[in-house]
């Protein structure tokens, strides 16, 4: 779900047509109400007789060298498609880790 403020869209994973657009009013809006029905408990389910087909989805803690090793594939990836320095690549790589941790212990101190 993307939205400007104005306009929001509802795209289904790895389509780049909207299965749904928004504008902003939202009374008497069709596709409004077709939001609310898609946002139900029951609409995520893909075999309403059937919820045991979902998919079950583990999480794991990855052990530090993983995390090193996917850090370091993504610092060249930047470095070498940006075609910069190794040192501006890892700025770049840092920013929204960054911003990340500033966001957390903003939420942590309020």
């Known amino acids: 779900m993307l939205s400007n403020g104005l306009e929001t869209n509802i795209y289904e994973p790895g389509k780049e047509q909207p299965a749904l657009a928004l504008g902003f009013k939202l009374e008497g809006n069709t596709n409004y109400r077709q939001l609310k029905e898609m946002l139900q ?3 995520f389910s893909k075999s309403r007789s059937k919820p045991d087909t979902q998919k079950t989805i583990h999480f ?3 052990s530090i060298a993983e995390v090193n090793h996917v850090f370091a594939k993504c610092h060249q990836h930047i470095h070498q498609s940006d075609k910069i320095s ?7 790589f840092v920013k929204p880790i960054t911003l990340k941790l500033l966001s957390d212990n903003a939420k942590a101190s309020s």
């Open 41 to 43: 408990p029951m609409a």
């Open 60 to 62: 794991s803690k990855p």
């Open 86 to 92: 190794q040192a501006k690549g890892f700025e770049e």
